[in-house]
């Protein structure tokens, strides 16, 4: 048979294999697919090439031909004269927030390895759109047993992370436990060594090493080794870490001692991330990070020590930025020295520390990696296929199998690695991304407290539990008797502006046009823990708004995508004072009557709130927290532990006075007599002592408050043996004091 005849009939028999005749698939066609794979002697560029995909799935690629038969359901990318590579990966990286996820996107970014905690803040999982991501934990940040370890390793697999960091208090022999059993669950590794040696761990197989000063610790005395290892992390110049660095930046780069560690990193397959991009605002005469598109939906106040906006510059004293800036560029010349010799790289920016910015900070790490001497394909496959060597995952390539991320180029990167940034078009798990309407959550300086920046309609039913919850299980779509109401709500989420802050918020509001009252609903928990679910937007929100009430909910400051950071009863407060300027901006809310209702933590955030307003007419309290110490000592500690110490700031140093601070119980002085109580408990809550409810009546009985006490007896932290009945108390005492302006009761002692 012809060969051309062959070449012909086999794409035709591929296509008649196709599973489904409903199935749709998308054709690029045209274009340079640039060859990532980092494999010097064979190097496959293909001019004029094609890529097919489904879903979330390329399905072939190859070269173009007008003769080679495509599915009838195909859309075409006309690709013509452009440049076609992976969607770009983000090594090490934070995504706070539905803004951060934009500005991933729109930089090219289709996947990132997530870190999160401390100076960082919470990774937001759930931004729509936005980048895939492999959530990063440490294991070995304390002094533990082998069997110890193993358990912190097993317990972050099991809560889903993909990637262990091993930490510097774990020895040789624990490095080579725990990287063995990652290998056996499926997660990757990552090396941030300190009592290992960083070629003990090339040998024992350690996936990638992460940070150009730490990876060079094998170059240090054993003394300063140890000292760093010890206290790895401070900003004191005189510290342990800041005389190593200073060390490293006076170090000859033909040091015998780093000319051995880049031999014994080359000799391994451990790929590096340097995350030089850390360091960024130090180089001399380095660009003003703000003037980048993307950045204008970026809040100075949402980054760590973020650039100064006017000058691109830290403001450090001119010690401070000495050190840095010599640091800077003595990792460029370190990192010259270890790629000569042979290393093997994977890009992260380091995001958000040191003023490192979600996206534009990936491109000044590709261009950093660039100027220590990597050509610009191997920068390419640095932040694309690399990760799938490392990791064993199947993104990163445009091969069959591999997810659909990709990104069409104007300008060919290979010729300059800035032309990274000039993207014609943005396919993230297979959808075209409009990345002019990522920038329409644009961070505006001057909008004052409680306005709407952005908002939009609200699926509840994208949750499983939520739709079961509605429709059941038994598959078909019939709302259960109970939930009929769902269809007279409209279900809204928002960002409105809090001190400087986009605040995520919920508001749920009768369809039937109409000027109505409002409850504020304050969620309980802590970051993620009790926050306002779907499933909660069902049932408490539309609940209320089902019977004549717009209903609005803060998730407080830096949770579900909202920035900076929750602080337990600190300035968080204002996140639900300054809903009450939004209302001006819901048309339905009457901003005359306006009702609370507050459970467990919310609770807490009702009182304070209540002493900073007037504005509201009833409230309702559930189950509340009045006294952080006698909370913390009914939980055996482990609000202390677990919530005080790691949300409100300065804990440790004012520990009793920011206590006292958060506790009701102490200021019911500052209440207003003007407002109704509804306090409600369970005398067999485990979460918050009914005592703490009770001193509360107590205290509202000697200050002349108005109130109702209810205990229900036996009853848990939720009420949940009362469901019904406490609804109907709920809406009677809101109907009461909102829809009837009742009267409040004579509190003077009269009667018989």
Not at 181 to 202: C, D, N
Not at 476 to 501: A, C, L, P
Not at 611 to 618: F, G, L, V, Y
Request: with cysteine.
């Amino acid at each position: 048979m012809n060969h051309k005849l062959l070449f012909l009939l086999l794409p035709i028999l591929f296509w008649a294999c196709n599973p489904s005749e409903n199935t749709e698939f998308t054709l690029i066609k045209g274009g340079t697919i640039i060859d990532v794979s980092n494999a010097d002697d064979n190097i496959k560029d293909i001019v004029n090439g094609f890529i097919l995909f489904s879903g979330n799935e390329i399905i072939k690629k190859g070269a173009y031909d007008k003769n080679i038969v495509f599915p009838k359901n195909t859309k075409i990318i006309n690709a013509e004269g452009k440049f076609i590579i992976p969607g770009l990966i983000d090594g090490f990286a934070v995504q706070n927030n539905q803004f951060y996820a934009n500005a991933y996107l729109y930089s090219g970014i289709t996947t990132l390895i997530g870190v999160d905690g401390g100076r960082r803040g919470w990774f937001y999982p759930d931004a729509k759109p936005g980048p895939d991501f492999y959530m990063l934990e440490s294991v070995g940040d304390e002094v533990k047993s082998d069997s110890a370890h193993i358990n912190d390793l097993k317990e972050i697999y099991d809560e889903g992370y993909k990637i262990a960091l091993l930490k510097y208090k774990l020895n040789p022999a624990q490095v080579k436990l725990l990287n063995k059993e990652a290998k056996k669950l499926g997660m990757g590794t990552i090396g941030e060594l300190g009592y290992t040696s960083y070629a003990e761990g090339i040998k024992i197989g350690v996936d990638a090493f992460v940070h150009t000063t730490r990876y060079s610790l094998d170059i240090a005395p054993k003394e300063m080794r140890e000292a760093v290892a010890e206290e790895p992390f401070s900003n004191d110049l005189n510290s342990a870490k800041w005389k190593y660095y200073q060390y490293l930046y006076q170090l000859d780069t033909s040091d015998k001692s780093l000319i051995q560690h880049a031999e014994n990193i080359a000799s391994g397959n451990t790929y590096l991330m340097p995350t030089i991009s850390l360091l960024y605002g130090d180089f001399p005469e380095h660009k003003n990070l703000w003037d980048e598109d993307v950045a204008t939906i970026l809040n100075p106040k949402d980054i760590n020590n973020p650039l100064n906006t006017i000058t691109g510059n830290h403001d450090y004293s001119k010690e401070v930025q000495d050190n840095y800036t010599a640091m800077a560029l003595q990792e460029l010349k370190i990192e010259n020295v270890y790629q000569s010799t042979g290393a093997k790289y994977l890009a992260g920016s380091g995001t958000d520390v040191w003023g490192t910015m979600p996206g534009i900070s990936l491109h000044t790490e590709l261009e950093l990696l660039n100027k220590i001497g990597l050509e610009n394909r191997k920068v390419l496959a640095a932040a694309s296929s690399n990760f799938s060597d490392a990791f064993g995952w199947e993104t990163g390539r445009l091969e069959p199998g591999y997810e659909a991320d990709i990104l069409i180029l104007d300008k060919n990167p290979l010729l300059d690695i800035k032309n990274l940034k000039q993207i014609n078009t943005l396919i993230n798990n297979g959808q075209v991304i409009n990345r002019g309407d990522l920038l329409s959550l644009k961070y505006e300086e001057d909008i004052s407290d409680g306005e709407i920046i952005y908002k939009s309609e609200f699926d509840p039913f994208i949750d499983t539990v939520a739709y079961n919850l509605v429709y059941g299980l038994s598959g078909k779509k019939t709302i259960k008797k109970d939930f009929q109401f769902i269809n007279d709500v409209n279900m809204e989420e928002v960002y409105y502006m809090s001190d400087g802050y986009r605040v995520k918020a919920m508001i749920v509001s009768p369809k039937k046009e109409g000027k109505y009252p409002v409850v504020i609903y304050n969620r309980g928990g802590n970051r993620d823990f009790s926050k306002v679910y779907p499933k909660r937007v069902i049932d408490i929100l539309a609940r209320i708004a089902k019977d004549g009430y717009v209903v609005v909910a803060s998730q407080y400051r830096g949770v579900d995508g909202g920035e900076g950071q929750e602080e337990f009863g600190g300035d968080d407060v204002n996140d639900v004072l300054n809903l009450i300027p939004m209302l001006k901006n819901i048309p339905k809310a009457d901003q005359e009557r306006i009702g609370m209702y507050g459970k467990s933590r919310g609770g807490m955030m009702t009182y304070l709130t209540m002493m900073k307003t007037n504005e509201i007419k009833a409230v309702v309290v559930m189950g509340g927290v009045t006294d952080l110490t006698m909370a913390d000592d009914n939980r055996s500690g482990e609000m202390e532990k677990y919530v005080y110490s790691q949300l409100i700031p300065n804990y440790w140093q004012h520990k009793d006075s920011l206590l006292r601070q958060r506790s009701a119980i102490n200021y019911v002085d500052k209440l207003p007599k003007s407002t109704a109580f509804l306090l409600l408990h369970g005398t067999a809550d485990w979460r918050v002592s009914p005592k703490e409810t009770f001193n509360m009546a107590e205290a509202f009985q000697e200050h002349g408050i108005p109130y109702r006490l209810i205990m229900f007896e036996g009853a848990d932290h939720g009420l949940t043996e009362h469901k019904d009945e406490v609804n109907e108390m709920i809406m009677n005492w809101f109907d009461r004091y909102l829809k009837n302006d009742e009267a409040l009761p004579d509190l003077t002692p009269h009667g018989k």
